[in-house]
C-alpha cells in the first residue's frame, strides 16, 4: 500500500507536457525586430526535442537569431522543468502573416504550440501636412550698462588682448617681410550631383546585374545614395538602417515625392541583400532610373 501511494504521489506532481509561443510585439515597422519565447513544460528527464529554426518562419517572416535553450525547475510542479527558447525575428515586407504552430516531441508525445500572428507596416509620410517655422523667442530688455556689469571682466579680457593683438601687427609691420611662398593650385572641388551621377553611370557601365551580381549591384548603388545624401544635405547614413535614414531625411527639406522615391530603392536592396529578394530586370534598371531621376532633382548645391 505505502508503495503504490508513493507511485501515486509522484504521478500527481509529474504534469503533461505543453508547449506554448508568445511573440514580443505584433506589430512592426518594416526591418524591425522583435522576439518569440518558445515555452515548454514537462517532466524532468524526459527527452525533448524542439523545432529547428530555419532561414524564415513564414513568407516573409525571418530568423535574426535563433537563440539560446534554457531549463529551469518547475517551482510549482516539482520532478518537471521548464525549456524556454527566446528567438528573434524580422520582416522586410509590408503585410500581416501567420506564424504556424511550432511542433515539439516531449517523451512520447508530440505536441503544437499556437499559431502567431505578425503585422509589418511601412513608414507612413504624412504630405499634407506643412513645415512651420520655428517660434523666435520673446525680446527682453537689456540696456548696455546691464551688459558692462554682466560682462565686465570679459571686456577687460578683450580689451588687453586687443592690445597685444595691436602691438604684435605694428611688431609684424616693421619686421622685414619674407618672400611670398608659392601659391599651390587647389583642385577644384566635384559637386556631389556630378560625381553621384558619374559614379552611377559607371555602376550601369559594369552590368552586374546583368551578370548574375545583383546584390552587389544594389550594394554599390546605395553606397552611391548615402554618399550623396551626406554631402548634398548632410545627413548621417552609413551604419544606418533605412527606417532611420528616410526619417532623418524628413528634416533635410526634401520634398515628400523624392522621399517616397528614395524609399522605393532602399527597400528594394534591402530585400535583396536581406531577404535573398531576386529582382526582375525590369526592377533593377527601375533602381537606376529612380537614383538618377533623384540626383537630378536634388541637383549640385553643398550643405
Not at 526535442?49 to 537569431?65: F, G, I
Not at 520655428?134 to 588682448?161: C, E, M, S
Not at 552587389?216 to 552611391?224: A, C, G, N, P, W
Amino acid at each position: 500500500m505505502l508503495l503504490v501511494a508513493g507511485y501515486l504521489q509522484a504521478a500527481a506532481r509529474q504534469v503533461t507536457p505543453s508547449a506554448t509561443a508568445e511573440i514580443g510585439k505584433s506589430s512592426l515597422l518594416i526591418g524591425e525586430q522583435t522576439t518569440i519565447q518558445l515555452t515548454v513544460k514537462l517532466p524532468a528527464g524526459a527527452s525533448l526535442v524542439l523545432p529547428a529554426l530555419l532561414d524564415t518562419l513564414a513568407n516573409h517572416v525571418e530568423v535574426v537569431s535563433a537563440g539560446k535553450t534554457d531549463t529551469a525547475k518547475d517551482q510549482q510542479h516539482p520532478g518537471n522543468v521548464t525549456v524556454r527558447r527566446i528567438s528573434l525575428i524580422t520582416s522586410f515586407d509590408a503585410g500581416t502573416y501567420i506564424i504556424p504552430p511550432f511542433r515539439v516531441i516531449a517523451g512520447k508525445d508530440t505536441i503544437y504550440t499556437n499559431p502567431l500572428t505578425l503585422q509589418v507596416t511601412t513608414v507612413a509620410v504624412d504630405t499634407t501636412k506643412a513645415i512651420y517655422d520655428i517660434k523666435q523667442p520673446l525680446g527682453v530688455t537689456y540696456t548696455f550698462l546691464d551688459f558692462l556689469r554682466d560682462n565686465w571682466h570679459w571686456i577687460t579680457i578683450a580689451l588687453l588682448v586687443a592690445g597685444l593683438a595691436a602691438g604684435l601687427v605694428i611688431y609684424l609691420r616693421k619686421r622685414p617681410k619674407p618672400a611670398p611662398a608659392p601659391v599651390k593650385e587647389v583642385a577644384a572641388e566635384i559637386p556631389p550631383g556630378t560625381a553621384a551621377l558619374a559614379k552611377l553611370r559607371e555602376l550601369k557601365d559594369k552590368k552586374l546585374w546583368q551578370q548574375d551580381q545583383v546584390k552587389q549591384y544594389h550594394s554599390e548603388l546605395t553606397d552611391v545614395i548615402r554618399e550623396y545624401l551626406e554631402k548634398r544635405y548632410g545627413v548621417k547614413t552609413y551604419e544606418k538602417t533605412t527606417e532611420e535614414i528616410l526619417h532623418s531625411l524628413h528634416y533635410s527639406g526634401i520634398a515628400a515625392e523624392d522621399i517616397n522615391r528614395l524609399s522605393g530603392i532602399l527597400v528594394m536592396a534591402d530585400l535583396v541583400k536581406f531577404a535573398k529578394e531576386r529582382p526582375l530586370p525590369s526592377d533593377n534598371e527601375q533602381s537606376m532610373e529612380r537614383a538618377v531621376d533623384f540626383v537630378v532633382r536634388g541637383g549640385n548645391a553643398h550643405v
